[in-house]
């Protein structure tokens, strides 16, 4: 009965412990706020700057794991590359050593209770009143609840009798057995917690109890390198074939690192004590596990990078691109699955990913536009069959697309609306607002982009077709529109200047002056005796663009408010 209490308070202090973390990298996230928008900025850049970021938003997060499963995701989206992919998984290895720092340098060394209670205590105050430092208030709090979770595994480890540390002291001198059985108990454990950084704790708490020696928790940390990897693996089942090669980067460069880390496990140990001081024992031996944790996964780093293109040949060899991918980017119904309830969400990184895909909006409603566009002049120079059948095939591409578009915004906003239902900062929250009524415009202008395909339609079954002079006066107009169009697109996931919003309003009005000046003639030709349905049609096509030319500068107004 006494070792079920103590597995019960074993696993209450490791929730304590996992909730503390969530709550204390939330309150990070919320902290960095906006300044997660550059963080695809740094992954898309060298190498180095790849594994910077993935160093830095690990240690932030403090999940290898979440990292690892949010470069998945982001290579499945197309905003990395897999040897973009690479560099952050390297890093995140080496971020994900700042836990067991923490732990070894403050959980041990330090009266836990003198710092987790007042830590909790001031955190919920800060944290219940709307001032500027709220946030702060929710990093100190889950700190706190960290420590005290941590707090509690120390004290629940069940006290193990002579005999039983002698049958441990006996196994963990096996050599090659006792590190493979270490490795094991490392791998299965991180396997049950999906936290590297949850078995970390209890493996450096344990050794700290003497339940372990250290070779054998040092082996144990081994396998957790390797347990970590089954999250990235889970999140690239049913994605597309380089988001499953990013997830066997994972899997292979954990792999691979701790086996040769193995067949160099004595040195590597050697090498650590040498490094490290203090004894063995007590607090000690935690910070030698730490700097053990590190030492690896910087060695592991640097064996890797200067072979990361063969790397990602490999695994491209391993995992081929099944079939011959299909020209046109509408590859049946639009999917963008938000995955909540784990320990690991990062909703503030989420966004990032939203923001790419209304990136991918804006590029296909501005295919439609000059799709639509380009069908005026090209219409008028048909005839007959040849112009029957270029716009039936024009309908139906706007209509696939439309449809697409309107795919799009269902699932995005519904993406947005799951994101907002975990903890944001009002900055994001209102960020997540902006994008709301960003993705309304784009899909009514993919709306619109279909109603001037119909029109175009109707004018070639009813054999209408606009003047030369008109054609003159509308191409220029259109060209605005698309210039408008192209603006926004381009500007996209950043907040405008002052002097781009004055541009953006510059050209808005340049529109509508257009647009009124068409209207004009289309009535003077109506006056003048011309053809009725003509003219209204060409009237209500000027319309219909000029509605395009609105929606930009909603966008454009939209992203002026980004700041």
Known sequence: MTYLDSIFRIIGSLGLFLYGMKVMSDGIQHTAGSRFQQVLGFMTGNRVSAV??????????????????????????????????????????????????????????????????????????????????????????????????????????????????????????????????????????????????????????????????????????????????????????????????????????????????????????????????????????????????????????????????????????????????????????????????????????????????????AGLAAAMYREVSGAFPSLQQSSGDDKEAAVASLVRDMGKQEQYADEMREELTRFLIECTRQQLSPQTERKVSLLLRILTALEEVSDDCFSVALLLERSVKKNLSFKHKEMEALMPYMGMVEASLSFVQDHLGHPLSPEQAVYAKDLEEKIDKSRNKLRKLGRKRIEAGQDVKTELLFIDVVRRIENLGDYCYDIAEALSALH
Request: proline share 4%; no cysteine; glycine share 10%.
């Open 52 to 361: 910077l970021t993935g160093f830095a938003v690990t240690a932030i997060i403090q999940s290898s794991s979440a990292t690892t499963v949010m470069v998945v995701s982001f290579v499945n989206a197309g905003l990395l590359s897999l040897t973009q992919a690479i560099g952050v998984i390297m890093g995140a290895n080496i971020g994900t050593t700042i836990t067991g720092w923490i732990i070894s340098l403050v959980g041990f060394t330090l009266s836990i209770s003198a710092l987790a209670l007042p830590a909790v205590g001031l955190g919920f105050v800060m944290r219940i009143f709307k001032w500027k430092y709220r946030v702060l208030g929710e990093v100190l709090l889950g700190f706190g609840i960290l420590f005290l979770g941590l707090d509690f595994l120390t004290t629940s480890m069940p006290r193990l009798s002579p005999e039983v540390l002698s049958f441990i002291g006996a196994v963990s001198n096996r050599g090659l057995v006792s590190t493979l059985i270490g490795t094991g108990l490392g791998l299965v454990m991180t396997l049950i917690t999906h936290s590297s950084s949850a078995s970390t704790a209890i493996m450096l708490t344990m050794a700290h109890n003497g339940m372990v020696t250290y070779s054998m928790a040092a082996a144990m940390i081994l396998g957790a390198n390797i347990g970590t990897t089954i999250d990235a693996a889970l999140a690239s089942i049913g994605t597309k074939t380089v988001a499953r090669q990013a997830a066997l980067v994972h899997v292979l460069f954990n792999v691979i690192g701790t086996l040769w880390a193995l067949i160099l496990f004595k040195p590597l140990l050697l090498a650590v004590d040498w490094l490290t001081p203090g004894e063995i024992r007590g607090a000690g031996i935690t910070a030698h596990l730490a700097m053990f944790h590190s030492v690896f996964n910087l060695l592991n780093t640097l064996l890797f990078f200067p072979f990361v293109k063969p790397f990602a040949g490999l695994v491209s060899f391993l995992i081929k691109e099944t079939g011959t991918p299909p020209v046109s980017p509408i590859q049946g119904p639009y999917m963008l699955e938000y995955k909540s309830g784990s320990i690991q969400d990062t909703p503030e990184l989420n966004i990032l990913r939203a923001e790419k895909e209304i990136r991918d909006m």
